[in-house]
């Protein structure tokens, strides 16, 4: 009795898990969508400020890695090079939760915007957890950060930037999350940088960086 009675325990728990993380997932998709007006983000100098006319409607921790390769110098040595645009999950709270809600990857532009040529190897590209929307964006600026700057302020990490979109694209059921991004700020950098050690030609190192993405529309 005892056995089937912790069975039928274990068995309700798991359905209760189950359960929760699915209202999880449904709550936080329409979190997303209906809290886009609750997005803040901080101060930025000008260099990578949005233009006017957009507005911050979600922001995502991402948590990532920067890849670099060892490549020759023209004086003979050798030195760490960024061979590869960064990889990272992004990540917002719901009540208390932290849920996936985006991945940062880089990819070939499917539904580049007019009067852009997408290059073979491929924009930074941003993809819906939920939906499978997506936006591809290119550098318009970035800055190091510096103890003065408080959305950049973790000296000797990876720049943050100012990122435009090239192309959007609704997810595969019309989902629609990021295929109104015009401008991505990537702020509060924290690691990542071009590795110190000595290197030797061919070889590769991957370092791991968090930030914070915010992501912007046109306004209506």
């Known amino acids: 009795m005892s056995y089937k009675f912790n069975q039928q325990t274990t068995k309700t728990a798991r359905v209760r898990s189950l359960f929760a993380a699915a209202l999880l997932l449904a709550c936080a998709f ?13 101060p930025t100098p000008t260099d990578i400020a949005v233009p006017a006319g957009n507005s911050a409607y979600l922001v995502g921790h991402a948590f990532g890695s920067q890849g670099y390769t060892c490549l020759p110098t023209s004086t003979g040595g050798a030195a760490w090079n960024p061979t590869a645009r960064p990889e990272a999950t992004l990540f917002a709270s719901f009540f208390g939760h932290l849920v996936q809600i985006i991945t940062h990857f880089q990819s070939i532009n499917e539904n580049p915007k007019p ?13 819906g957890s939920l939906d499978s929307s997506r936006v591809w964006a290119v550098k318009v600026k970035g800055i190091d950060p510096s103890s003065d700057i408080e959305s950049c302020r973790h000296t000797g990490s990876i720049q943050c930037l100012l990122l435009q979109s090239v192309g959007n694209k609704k997810g595969s059921t019309g989902g629609n999350l990021l295929a109104d991004t015009t401008f991505i700020q990537r702020l509060n950098t924290s690691g990542g940088a071009v590795p110190t050690s000595v290197c030797t030609v061919g070889q590769t190192q991957l370092v791991p960086y968090t930030a914070d993405y915010f992501f912007f529309r046109a306004d209506n």
Do not use: I, R
Not at 30 to 42: D, E, F, I, N, S
Not at 116 to 127: F, I, R
């Open 115 to 127: 009067g852009v040529t997408p290059p073979l190897s491929g924009n930074a590209t941003w993809q």
């Open 30 to 42: 329409g979190t997303v969508t209906l809290a886009a007006a609750q997005v803040t983000p901080p």
